[in-house]
RNA sequence: GGAGGGCUAGCGAAGUGGCCAAACGCGGCAGACUGUAAAUCUGCUCCCAGUCGGGUUCGGUGGUUCGAAUCCAUCGCCCUCCA
């Protein structure tokens, strides 16, 4: 086996576990958040300073790679990691996500997806073979299998027809994978907002006996307070003894909430994404650093970071770049982000040692408010 | 001295009798962003009210007209060419 969960600990006042997924390129350990490099790169970051900031493991994309360069032409140059100089794990998406994100551009059959490529318009074709293939030949140490991640809302008849058809593609993945010990292959539970079709999905999934399982199908426009309940009831059907990992989800308040519930791993682009359109994510809440506020205010981002932009870099400097188009500007607001979800797992994992991740959560909070809430200090 | 062209909202630039408070771009202000079609997208950007609505504009002034950024006269300023 590839991959394997190493539990060390279960927080006595939340239940929130401490623990190390060990993978072929290195251990890290969870709860975890992965930076997202859909491209075979972390937006506008290199891998040494990815690794400055202690990131164990990043996400990277089977739909976007198959398309450009080709995993062909990736295999050809030795596999992802090499092609990208990245010597830790790598987690591929399937592209599962992207029969969501592209809906308008494809058509879901039983045998797979029909795609219009976004970037020439080409029909292409991606099914639970071609996906694992593909990750396969990418050398992922974790794929993921392909899955179909349906909308919110959705009526109950979807949703069902959706989780059925993606345990049968999840079955047919694990068939067409060949490398079973150096990638381990993660099966995607859907059920929607419906408790009783996420419990048939994980009963599906759970007996394939996959190493590893993830809760997909949220943070896709729910209210907050409904996905936690679909964590609720959802976290407890996965097995103890394999990660669980929360997919697309990011707000540092999700990331503890859901760690609370037993989530391991997550991953999310909202660090790098809202970084690029100059908002920061600090101790104090959400930091517009665009806003003309912030003209002549020459302290750091975050007073309590200590991350390579928060060292160096004023508020006032950092909205100069990017109101001048400058893409330092972008790179030192990257940097301070994915510092802060990272740092912010460090300080999640000593509070569950301390079995206080409760008390954590609580003073985050009435520091931090709601991602939402821009305290604008 | 002569001939021609021009002056429109913060900037650039359309508009050449009514559908014009005036396209579009830039700049400015704000918002959104959650397994990345995103260094993207959306809204606002003369003044007051801020839902309706009201007021003052298209170099200045004076005309023509039911009606003028648009036509006429005149003044000012800018640019090009010839002397």
């Not at 202690?54 to 295999?75: C, Q």
């Not at 068939?175 to 079709?197: C, S």
């Not at 750091?300 to 200590?306: E, Q, R």
């Amino acid at each position: 086996m590839a991959i394997k969960y190493e539990l060390i600990k279960v927080c006595k006042q939340s239940g929130a576990r401490l623990g190390r997924v060990h993978t072929p390129h290195g251990s890290f350990d969870t709860p975890a958040f992965m930076p997202v490099g859909t491209q075979a790169t972390v937006k506008t970051v290199s891998p040494e300073e990815l690794k400055a900031m202690d990131a164990g493991i990043i996400l990277s994309n089977t739909y976007h790679l198959f398309l450009r360069p080709g995993h062909k032409l990736i295999e050809r140059a030795g596999g992802l990691h090499r092609f990208m100089n990245w010597d830790r794990a790598i987690l591929t998406d399937s592209g599962g996500f992207q029969v969501f994100s592209l809906s308008a551009m494809r058509k879901i059959k039983e045998e797979g997806v029909e795609f219009r490529s976004h970037l020439n318009g080409d029909r292409l074709f991606l099914s639970p073979e071609l996906a694992t293939e593909i990750q396969n030949a990418l050398g992922s140490d974790i794929m993921m299998a392909f899955d179909e991640c349906p909308p919110y809302p959705a009526d109950y008849d979807y949703v069902k027809q959706s989780v059925e058809r993606t345990s049968r593609w999840a079955e047919r993945c694990l068939k067409a994978h060949a490398r079973p010990d150096d990638q381990g292959l993660f099966a995607i539970v859907q059920g929607g907002m419906y408790e009783d079709l996420r419990r048939q999905s994980a009963a599906d999934l759970t007996s394939l006996d996959f190493p590893g399982y993830a809760i997909g199908g949220l943070s896709v426009g729910e209210p907050k307070d409904v996905m936690y309940e679909v964590l609720d009831y959802t976290v407890p059907l996965l097995p103890a003894d394999k990660p669980r990992y929360l997919m697309g989800v990011g707000s540092p308040d999700a990331l503890i909430e859901g760690s609370i519930r037993g989530i391991d791993m997550f991953d999310c682009v909202l660090p790098t994404r809202i970084a690029r359109n100059g908002t920061c994510m600090t101790s104090r809440g959400r930091l517009v650093v665009r806003n003309a506020r912030y003209a002549e205010d020459f302290g750091p981002l975050d007073p309590a970071c200590d991350c390579y932009t928060c060292r160096n870099y004023s508020r006032a400097y950092i909205r100069h770049l990017i109101k001048a188009d400058e893409t330092f500007g972008i790179r030192l607001t990257t940097i301070h982000n994915l510092h802060f979800l990272l740092k912010l797992m460090q300080d999640v994992r000593q509070a569950i040692m301390e079995d206080r991740l409760l008390d954590f959560r609580d003073r985050f909070f009435a520091e931090y408010g709601l991602f939402d809430n821009d305290k604008g200090f």
